[in-house]
């Protein structure tokens, strides 16, 4: 089976940065995605990670390293709007999605 | 239609009775999927079909099926309700090479 960790909540200040962890345990590996959920909507598509290292795209980042099965998200400079769950998941050998169970980040002003 | 149409948004079901969740893709994906969402547990894949024809099961298949009649529908059902399928459900396609383009979502409430 497919075993993905993630901090149930984090609370950090607008402007900060929050970095979310993620660990993960699967059958086969082809990629690591990141999505953001606000409450009540559809996950949207935030980042995605196939070799080791560092992705940027804008406010956002994302990092991973295969041999230890860990990744992070990094949100910098935050606003109110980021307010939401994101959720790591990985893409296993059969290249279906399996998910954890998410981090719910609250910004406060 | 633009990406994936869910229906329908909400529904109250009474327990014992058969549903069926409708979902359309107009992103000619190959591989569709359903998930279902609790609090606490994520998303849990039901269902999924890797192109029209062909279903396989997921994580929690139990009281669930599909069918992929032609590329764009991927419809769920539930045979006889039960309130443990209270949840929020997605369906979510992909061309097999990115991530996942996710529906807006079914909430079920069973009583």
């Known amino acids: 089976g497919q075993n993905i960790d993630q901090p149930t909540e984090m609370t950090a200040t607008e402007g900060a940065i929050v970095q979310i962890n993620c660990t993960y345990q699967?059958?086969?590996?082809?990629?690591l995605f990141w999505y953001q959920q606000h409450a009540g909507e559809a996950p949207t598509f935030l980042s995605y990670n196939v070799l080791d290292g560092l992705e940027e795209k804008g406010r956002f980042s994302s990092f991973l390293s295969r041999s230890k099965g860990y990744s992070y998200l990094l949100l910098k400079e935050l606003q109110m709007k980021d307010s939401a769950s994101y959720l790591c998941?990985?893409?296993?050998?059969?290249?279906?999605?399996?998910f954890g169970a998410g981090t719910t980040v609250t910004v406060r002003a | 239609i633009a990406g994936i149409t869910q229906a329908p948004t909400s529904q109250i079901l009474a327990a014992g009775r058969r549903m069926t969740l409708r979902c359309t893709q107009d992103m000619r994906h190959n591989a569709m999927y359903w998930y279902r969402q609790d609090l606490g547990l994520g998303l849990r894949l039901i269902h999924y079909s890797n192109t029209a024809g062909t279903t396989g099961k997921g994580e929690v298949p139990d009281g669930y099926s599909v069918s992929r009649a032609n590329t764009d529908d991927f419809p769920l059902t539930l045979a006889s309700a039960v309130p443990s399928q209270t949840s929020v459900y997605f369906c979510a396609s992909s061309d097999s090479i990115d991530g996942y383009t996710f529906g807006s979502g079914t909430r079920l409430t069973v009583v």
């Open positions: 699967t059958s086969g590996f082809n990629g």
């Open positions: 998941a990985v893409k296993d050998g059969d290249y279906k999605l399996s």
